[in-house]
């Protein structure tokens, strides 16, 4: 039970984020449920106790304030990873977060920037590979050139990733706008 994690949704029932998908931990869901700034959506069939009180632990909660988001993905570390699919740009190679590095197309030494249009996931080998050169100096050519992705496309890449991870009460939420197949 210590590990269990309460899907939260904006007040429209969508899923603040799907990178990395919108999670609290079910202590956070129950102190705001408490709190009266989330409404209980869908519960674990798990029961906690103080002495007074005994509370199922909430699986699915959602905010009562609409959150409304400016339309850019947050420059992060994940959000790279997840835009470049989780593998190098130089050896197209899929790998796990923990073998991932970002590298500078543009070397930062040489005037390159830290942002979406200069920076691509590459795994360990390849970065050393390439190293304070440009993927042509290197002869390391880009699999994709690095942009700007929309939160569109981040969402419709992470929720490839989901896979067994989601808890059943989670289902409805986190795949609302799927299409069904009969």
């Keep these: 039970m210590l590990n269990l994690q309460t ?32 409404n209980l959506v869908e519960n674990y069939d798990v029961k906690v106790r103080s002495p007074s009180i005994e509370l199922e632990v909430p699986s699915v909660v959602a905010l009562k304030r609409y959150i409304r988001f400016d339309g850019r993905p947050a420059f992060t570390r994940y959000n790279i990873y997840l ?6 740009q130089y050896c197209a190679g899929h790998f796990p977060t923990s073998e991932l590095t970002f590298d500078h197309v543009q070397p930062k030494s040489r005037g390159g920037r830290t942002e979406w249009t200069n ?13 304070n050169r440009t993927p042509l100096e290197a002869q390391m050519p880009l699999i994709q050139p ?15 990733f989901h896979g067994d991870n989601v808890h059943h009460t989670w289902v409805d939420y986190v795949y609302w706008d799927s299409e069904l197949y009969s």
């Design 83 to 88: 835009r470049d699919d989780f593998s190098c």
């Design 146 to 160: 690095p942009l700007e992705p929309s939160i569109k496309l981040l969402n419709r890449v992470a929720k490839t």
């Design 7 to 38: 899907l939260v949704l904006n007040a429209d029932f969508r899923p603040l984020s799907y990178h990395p998908l919108s999670l609290w931990s079910w202590k956070d869901a129950l102190s705001a449920l408490l709190l009266d700034r989330v």
């Design 119 to 131: 920076v691509v996931s590459a795994c360990a080998p390849c970065n050393i590979k390439k190293a």
